[in-house]
């Protein structure tokens, strides 16, 4: 099949997953057509049948606001003429399932009906989806999209709940490649971040404050009370600096360490012993999945998609939103002696293989071409 993925090229979870899906489905043979405003960050372009195509905006004075879904949807347009595009799949409903409405609008003028798939990814829905600035168009492309998929059955509820939507819309869980995960360059280096009777606590994130970087420094400094330990903070954003300062007065700076964006979060992750993701609201948890998948527990919240992927007492545990308190208890009885770490590392592996690659990508290959049947019929 010739698709086209439309994503955000950071660091965020949807754009690393719609990369990681791209390079799945042009290892399987597909060509594959990443349309978005910067080359994705996990994207190498010297792999088979993966292209991409740069959606650029160019300045003008008049523009307060650059139009970004026009230049998106012409850019598709022309993706889909030239390299006889048979469905677009669109991750994250804003602004990416509006434009990719307009695209097929446009290519229909022309005669050319082509499908779309739009994949719901979480604060499309929950956080900026909702907002009343957005909701008649999301709800409207959503309702427009020949076939809908949400990352976990919590966030297919949430739209169910707060969106009139008339289509049915597919679970298709996240998914690890986990072999890519096996895959060190050698050691795991522990010295390099902690003393060899500390522990390694991670967290992995935008920084935002639905991510709670606070409840990670508090449940850090209540682990730390009790059992050697490091922290060890990945990614950036807005709440670095408010940490920065709990952390300082703490007294906790000699045991935390920033890493900024990454790419070499698995390499962090292999030298980890425990992940922390106390969010407000999460559809999945991707960073938990990674985390699981190199053989890390997690302490996490009870929200969202969370206990779908978290599973309480065997990869780690799940609290109430804000109870530190429990938080930290988990981790110390996890953390506080080796045969118990041993054990969770194994189950939160066991636990990740349940969303493998091999397991997940075909169910995306079988909607597609289920997808273009159908459209195929109805012309
Ligand atoms: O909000 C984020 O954390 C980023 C966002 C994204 O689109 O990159 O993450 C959402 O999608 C991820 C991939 O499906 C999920 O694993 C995250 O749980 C989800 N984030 C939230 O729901 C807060």
């Known amino acids: 099949m010739n698709i086209a993925i439309v994503c955000y090229p950071t660091f965020g979870g949807s754009g ?21 405003y910067k080359q994705p960050v996990k994207l190498a372009l010297l792999s088979h049948h993966v292209y991409f195509h740069e959606v650029a905006v160019p300045d003008y004075p008049l523009f307060r606001y650059q139009p970004y879904e026009l230049a998106l949807s012409s850019t598709l347009v022309n993706v889909v003429k030239d390299h006889n595009i048979e469905i677009l799949h669109v991750h994250y409903a804003i602004p990416h399932a509006y ?17 779309m798939v739009t994949t719901l ?19 409207f492309s959503i309702n427009k999209s020949d076939a809908v998929t949400s990352v976990s059955e919590s966030l297919k509820q949430d739209t169910l709940t707060h969106f009139p939507i008339k ?16 895959q060190q360059d050698g050691p795991c280096e522990r010295g390099a971040m902690a003393e060899p009777h500390e522990r390694i606590i991670t967290h992995v994130s935008n920084l935002r404050p639905v991510k709670r970087l606070l409840d990670v420094v508090e449940i850090f400094d209540r682990v730390v009370a009790q059992c050697p330990a490091r922290l060890v903070i990945v990614g950036d954003g807005p709440d670095k600096a408010p940490a920065k300062a709990l952390i300082e ?38 960073a938990a999945l990674e985390a699981m998948a190199c ?59 349940n969303f493998s690659i091999d397991l997940v990508v075909p169910q995306y290959e079988a909607l597609y071409k289920k997808t273009i049947a159908e459209t195929e019929l109805a012309v």
Do not use: W
């Open 16 to 36: 690393v997953l719609a990369t990681e899906l791209g390079i799945a489905l042009a290892d399987m043979g597909h060509q594959v057509h990443f349309v978005t």
């Open 295 to 353: 053989r890390v527990p997690v302490i996490s919240t009870n929200v969202g998609g969370l206990s779908e992927v978290n599973v309480h007492g065997y990869s780690g545990y799940l609290s109430d939103v804000g109870d530190v308190e429990s938080m930290a208890e988990n981790a110390l009885s996890i953390l506080m002696d080796d045969a118990t770490l041993d054990r969770f590392k194994d189950q939160a592996r066991a636990q990740a293989q």
């Open 249 to 286: 007065q703490k007294g906790l700076k000699s045991k935390v360490q920033f890493m900024g964006n990454s790419d070499e979060v698995h390499k962090i992750l292999c030298l980890t012993d425990l992940f922390l993701l106390p969010s407000q609201i999460e559809s999945f948890g991707l």
């Open 121 to 139: 990814h979480g604060t499309d829905i929950t956080l900026v989806g909702n907002h009343p600035f957005y909701k008649p168009a999301v709800t």
């Open 99 to 115: 434009a990719g409405f307009m695209a097929q609008q446009m290519l229909l003028e022309e005669g050319i009906k082509i499908p």
């Open 167 to 182: 289509r049915p819309i597919e679970v298709i869980p996240n998914f690890i490649d986990l072999s890519k995960m096996d």
